[in-house]
């Protein structure tokens, strides 16, 4: 049973004990009951403190119970809170670490809680695309008022105890000993008469809860335009606040209910646990060994160099940066601390932390200074005779154990690892520009990477708040080489009849932060030809549209040349659709013979996010990536895709892969239809009415 029961002077305890973080799992659930009636029935105890082992008070609902029958079997955690409610005997929530969602709900359905300080409370159900089911959006407006009780719940942010110490949610926010403050606690009130008070019969006071709940929902509304839950939480805390608390909770039962089964809860519900499952590798046990990384190292003081060692100062590494000439160092320092600046003035920095973290820098022109370093990482430029050399060059300073990881985005990591005698020791870390924001790490697996060192580095990467991703090797890893059959069908859509801003603004309809042409004009088009020339010499068979090329001849590179696929005005980054290029492409069509017609957006949205679905299904096929999760997660946190639609193979699965192979044979037998090769394991799926994750 996952739940512990051991009585102390008059005093039962029940101690939640469902390791990682005690979620109200059925078999812990059921043993609260058994606790709260053995408690009742025993003439010696006179009160109960509910607690959890380790390092919760409680995480919520067990999560990887979702949609399971054991999510709903009796006792539900309503029945658990109701079970405590009407205990006859006093029950004391002693609360520490973290009391979420259902464990912050089970917590209110006690008569007292007590709470040590640094505890992180919160209804974070929103962030899954639900609200709180057992009862918060009733019992939390009645403990701490209306506009922070909907404040929590809308935002499902954290709020440390100590900062409710005087809200009314608890009693006593105690220093040192919980535990035994709880036993006292709990003897003062099983000495008292009951009936012991109950947060359900508290009223909901505010001056004007209709205005503010108004007000509200106004506010919510614009900016939760794709998720259908924020807008619930605040029908449901206004259900109680008219109709009271019971047809609150009813009306709360019915929204959990119908939010449950959404797309959009689904979507993020994926992205929980895909965030989660991309730091375990298959076959690196969970217990590997890692490396203590004290000091690392940076090679290269460029956007990408300096954006990296900001990652590792910001959690208190400090960082040796190597340049080859002074004032490249210096350039890359000074635009280090233009960056922390930019952070201080919007308030999210304080001074002397930009001083302190500047601090951690040592810049230097000399190899020699990285012999210390546990872990280097090469930011330099991307042409594998520089790799060889700063490889080689490595071998011969960095001490045994060294981790040494290339920040490249398309070179072969067992090529690089050849440069050296410590194969083992070197892994690909392909940040993603600006390394200091992007989230995504994207990992990259040599044929001979040491499976401590991949252990190490998926550690690393959470202490940087990375979302890491292990790819094996091959061109693009998994982001790029999904990207590369994207942009192929939007070059192929402007040959055939559409024109960029259509492209655009059909994807970012879908979700996208950005179009493929904004994209490009934003990173550079010239990026995008120097990868296709490399492309044409080593895959003369595959088929490209060369209208990029004929932009580029135009020198139109982007908003850095003041123009690309659109016209930008100086000082204004706005796109604003070019006649020229139009005209350009046009007359590309006519050269090439193709017929121009109208492509509708639900075309373009196929082309595009099933061109990503279909070589994201190669790459799985392949073992280069684990897992189609992981692959999302290299979306949803690299490439803008919308997290409410959880990432390209969970949007397929949304779809149906019946209806993605039968989208993709179309696609196959038009124009340019050779770009299309179907990925075997999409039909197979199909075949089978399975999806990528299930
Ligand atoms: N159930 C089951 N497992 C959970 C869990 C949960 N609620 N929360 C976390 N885990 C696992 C997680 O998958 C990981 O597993 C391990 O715990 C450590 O997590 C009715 C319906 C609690 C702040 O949304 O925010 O209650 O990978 O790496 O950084 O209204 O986890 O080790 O095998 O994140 O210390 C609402 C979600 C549920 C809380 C701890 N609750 N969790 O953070 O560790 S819905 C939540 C978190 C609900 C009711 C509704 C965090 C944490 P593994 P971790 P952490």
Same mark, same amino acid.
């Given at each position: 049973m996952a739940v512990d029961y051991t009585t102390h002077d008059g005093v039962a305890v029940i101690t939640l004990n469902n390791p990682p973080v005690n979620g109200l799992g059925l078999s812990t659930r059921a043993g609260i009951v058994e606790g709260i009636e053995r408690a009742q029935n025993d003439p010696a105890i006179k009160a109960i403190v509910l607690t959890g082992a380790g390092k919760a008070f409680s995480g919520g609902? *067990?999560?990887?119970?979702?949609?399971?029958p054991k999510a709903t079997q009796e006792p539900t955690l309503a029945t658990v809170i109701k079970t405590v409610e009407s205990s006859a005997k006093p029950v004391v929530a002693a609360i520490h670490s973290v009391a979420m969602g259902g464990g912050l709900e089970l917590a209110l359905g006690a008569h007292y809680r007590i709470a040590a300080p640094g505890a992180q409370i919160a209804l974070p159900e929103v962030k899954l695309g639900i609200l709180p089911g057992a009862g918060g959006t009733q019992r939390l407006p009645r403990a701490i008022g209306l506009e922070a009780a909907l404040n929590m719940i809308v935002s499902g942010a954290p709020v440390p105890s100590e900062k409710l110490a005087d809200s009314g949610l608890f009693d006593a926010v105690v220093d040192g000993d919980l535990a035994a403050a709880a036993l006292a606690f709990a003897r003062k009130v099983g000495a008292q008469q009951g009936p012991h008070p109950k947060v359900r019969d508290r009223k909901i006071e505010h001056p004007n809860a209709a205005g503010f709940i108004q007000f509200a929902r106004n506010s919510v509304a614009a900016i939760a335009k794709n998720f259908p839950a924020p807008l619930k939480c605040i029908d449901a805390v206004e259900a109680g606040v008219q109709n009271g608390f019971d047809k609150g909770l009813a009306f709360e039962r019915e929204c959990f209910i119908a939010l449950v089964q959404t797309p959009e809860s689904r979507a993020l519900r994926h992205a929980f646990f895909g965030e989660r499952a991309a730091s375990k590798i298959p076959d690196v046990p969970g217990d590997t060994p890692v490396r203590d990384i004290k000091q690392v190292a940076v090679i290269g003081a460029g956007t990408m160099g300096g954006g990296i060692a900001m990652n590792f100062i910001n959690a208190g590494i400090p960082v040796t940066l190597l340049e080859t000439k002074q004032e490249a160092l210096e350039r890359g320092l000074a635009t280090i601390r233009k960056n922390y600046e930019a952070t201080v003035r919007k308030g999210k920095l304080k001074p002397e932390a930009l001083e302190e973290r500047m601090a951690l820098i040592t810049p230097t022109l000399s190899y020699d200074d990285l012999k210390n370093a546990d872990l280097i990482v090469e930011a330099v430029f991307e042409e594998l005779g520089v790799k060889d050399q700063v490889f080689r060059r490595l071998d011969e300073v960095a001490k045994p154990g060294a981790i040494l990881a290339s920040n490249t985005s398309t070179l072969d990591v067992d090529k690089i690892a050849a440069f050296t005698k410590r194969p083992q020791d070197v892994v690909g870390m392909h940040f993603f520009s600006p390394a200091n924001v992007m989230k995504l790490l994207e990992v990259v697996r040599g044929k001979e990477t040491a499976k401590d060192v991949l252990a190490t580095v998926m550690k690393l990467a959470k202490k940087i708040k990375k979302t890491a991703v292990v790819s094996g090797v091959c *061109?693009?890893?998994?982001g790029n080489r999904m990207i590369e059959q994207y942009i192929r069908q939007a070059l192929f859509m402007l040959e055939e009849g559409a024109l960029p801003a259509q492209v655009d603004k059909a994807i970012e309809k879908f979700g996208f932060a950005m179009g493929p042409f904004r994209m490009s004009d934003l990173a550079g088009n010239d990026i995008g030809w120097a990868i296709r020339k490399r492309r044409y010499q080593e895959h003369p068979d595959m088929h490209y549209s060369k209208i990029a090329d004929r932009l580029c001849e135009m020198g139109r590179f982007g908003q850095k040349t003041g123009g690309g696929w659109y016209d930008y005005k100086a000082g204004d980054r706005t796109a604003y659709p070019s006649p020229v290029v139009d005209d350009m492409i046009g007359a590309f069509s006519k050269e090439t013979n193709a017929q121009r017609r109208k492509i509708g957006d639900e075309e373009i949205v196929e082309r595009l996010v099933f061109a990503l679905v279909n070589e994201g299904a190669k790459i799985l096929e392949e073992g280069i990536a684990s897992k189609a999760s992981d692959i999302d997660m290299v979306y949803l946190t690299g490439y803008g895709f919308p997290l409410y639609r959880g990432g390209p193979m969970l949007y397929a699965d949304t779809v149906g892969l019946y209806n993605v192979e039968r989208a993709i044979r179309r696609y196959a037998s038009?124009?340019?239809? *050779?770009?299309?090769?179907?990925?075997r394991s999409i039909a197979e799926l199909a075949a089978q009415g399975r999806g990528f994750n299930g």
């Open positions: 609902a *067990d999560i990887t119970e979702f949609n399971t *061109d693009g890893f998994i038009r124009p340019n239809g *050779d770009a299309w090769r179907l990925a």
